[in-house]
């Protein structure tokens, strides 16, 4: 997120900051800095507003027993870090059953994978890391293809 200075909260970076004509290293959080695990409503507390690049990320909260439904990345690895609270990940397909999240824990979700999330009784913050999706690309007629002929 970016304040009305133009940083990214906690920081003290301008998003986009280069040198020699390359982006520089810089800090873009401090999760120690957002709202408490009682304070924040359920949803993405941090997103990246940097712009040329290549991962994405997010820092997400669920408020205690909600749940992230069971879903499917089709085109992406994730790699999810626990940061604070406890809760269980669901996947289909293992015989391993739910497995205990705590803060720490580290997990690959391989794309395809089928899983759920579940806040245990504190709630549950993690973040999500992944390679950034390309962006929507509008197209003129020029660059369209034909419409197929009438039969």
């Known amino acids: 997120m970016i304040d009305a200075n133009g940083t990214t909260p906690g920081t003290g970076t301008t998003p986009g900051a ?13 999760t120690a800095g957002l709202p408490g695990l009682a304070e924040a409503p359920s949803g993405a507390l941090w997103k990246p507003a940097e712009s040329g690049r290549q991962l994405d990320a997010n820092v997400v909260h669920l408020e205690p027993h909600r749940q992230v439904d069971t879903h499917a990345e089709p085109d992406l690895d994730v790699l999810l870090l626990v940061l604070d609270g406890s809760g269980t990940l669901g996947t289909l397909g293992t015989e391993r059953g739910p497995q205990e999240l705590a803060a720490g824990r580290l997990l690959w979700l391989p794309r395809g994978s089928s899983r759920s999330l579940t806040a245990g009784a504190e709630g549950l913050r993690y973040l999500t890391v992944h390679r950034r999706r390309p962006g929507l690309q509008i197209r003129g007629r020029a660059d369209r293809a034909p419409d197929p002929l009438p039969e």
């Open 18 to 30: 280069e040198v020699d004509g390359g982006p520089l290293p810089r800090l873009l959080c401090d």
